[in-house]
């Protein structure tokens, strides 16, 4: 979880993920506001939910025996997977992640205070902020890899629509279309250049390191040189990111 002295070095390669529980935290803000109650302390709530729920998926699957997956469990397939069979696979899960999502975080800056993530921004960091101090208390007291994943939602991000809608009814810029926005990306609505856009996520994306995306749409499919500056750019910037030509 952390380098044992100088030498150590982390592992990159044969590790996996067990899981991912995605905050809505636009319906956190409504529900804390709705209750006349702190948002922090309603956000902890379900931080600590997807902790337990977490912590209930390591010991369940470290029940499973390594026959299940021999290729992952004894060929190497995951980390230190040289397991014999009829072993258990719970040796296995000290370096396998479980991560906390997050989703929709311009909404959430909209339903605070009525503007963008391109507009302000500022409420949403502090958020992720947040989640990132949680997150590094609970892998030191559980000694879990928990991580922070910007959720690609490509079906939950309507579903959430769905439920908010239920709940609290349509808000403008929150509810009032049919997705939501990936994790920290700005709406796809803005009328920006991609050189913004990469700067304006820029301030989210080391706080998400259990797995995110940066993606920009480039308004023009001719100038090559001029898309490769761009991805240049977005790589010394250290994004992994995807992009689209018209």
């Not at 977490?54 to 997956?69: D, F, P, V």
């Not at 080391?206 to 761009?230: H, M, R």
Request: charged share 25%; with cysteine.
């Amino acid at each position: 979880m952390y380098p044992a002295d100088a030498e150590d070095s982390p592992v990159f390669v044969g590790r996996f993920n067990i899981g991912v529980v995605s905050l809505h935290l636009p319906m956190i803000l409504a529900k804390a506001r709705q209750e006349s109650r702190d948002f922090y302390e309603v956000l902890d709530y379900y931080l600590e939910l997807i902790r337990k729920i977490h912590i209930r998926t390591y010991a369940y699957l470290g029940e499973m025996r390594a026959s299940t997956n021999p290729l992952a469990y004894c060929e190497g397939g995951f980390y230190g997977g040289h397991l014999g069979l009829h072993d258990k696979i719970k040796p296995l899960l000290k370096t396998a992640t479980a991560s906390f999502g997050i989703t929709a975080f311009n909404e959430l800056q909209q339903l605070y205070n009525g503007k963008s993530l391109v507009q302000d921004g500022q409420f949403a960091l502090e958020v992720l902020e947040h989640i990132n101090k949680k997150i590094e208390e609970f892998k030191k007291e559980d000694g879990n890899l928990y991580a922070i994943y910007a959720t690609p939602a490509e079906n939950l991000c309507g579903l959430q629509v769905k439920q908010f809608r239920k709940k609290y009814g349509i808000v403008e810029n929150v509810s009032d279309r049919e997705y939501v926005s990936n994790g920290f990306h700005c709406h796809v609505t803005e009328d920006i250049t991609p050189i913004q856009k990469q700067d304006l996520e820029y301030r989210f994306w080391e706080l998400s390191n259990g797995g995110k995306i940066q993606y920009v749409k480039y308004p023009i499919d001719y100038n090559i040189e001029a898309i490769k500056t761009l991805v240049r750019r977005a790589m010394d910037m250290g994004f992994y990111e995807a992009s689209t030509c018209p």
